[in-house]
């Protein structure tokens, strides 16, 4: 059992920044990659970004790569995104998600085991 908590969402006005946090607990092991998905309303759930607890790999999707910044906090336990210059289309719920390491790396949301209750973002014009 994985528990994934999502902390740091709210409403924000465009332009400006968040960091969402997202605690992990429970038989999660180092080498998992850890994701964060976001879906809008009537859209379908799309990937933000991915890492791993160990190594380096960090990715981000082309829509938010040079705003969005994926990190960990091995000793906390906790993977971060840092998002920068938020635009109203990035108003979404944030999901948190953790996938075994045996497929190696993959955006698609079936690909993931674990995932948290989400936690809103909504950006005004």
């Known amino acids: 059992q994985v528990q994934l908590v999502e902390s740091g969402g709210g409403l924000v006005q465009a332009g400006d920044s968040l960091r969402l946090s997202c605690a992990a607990s429970?038989?999660?092991?180092?080498?998992?990659?850890m994701g964060w998905f976001r879906q809008a309303p009537g859209k379908e759930r799309e990937f933000v970004a991915a890492i791993r607890w160990s190594g380096d790999v960090a990715n981000a999707t082309d829509s938010v790569k040079g705003r969005f910044t994926i990190s960990r906090d091995n000793a906390k336990n906790t993977v971060y995104l840092h998002m920068n210059s938020l635009k109203p289309e990035d108003t979404a719920v944030y999901y948190c998600a953790a996938k075994s390491p045996g497929s190696g790396y993959a955006t698609q949301p079936t690909s993931y085991d674990y995932w948290g209750q989400g936690t809103q973002v909504t950006v005004s014009s």
């Open positions: 429970g038989r999660i092991f180092s080498t998992y990659y």
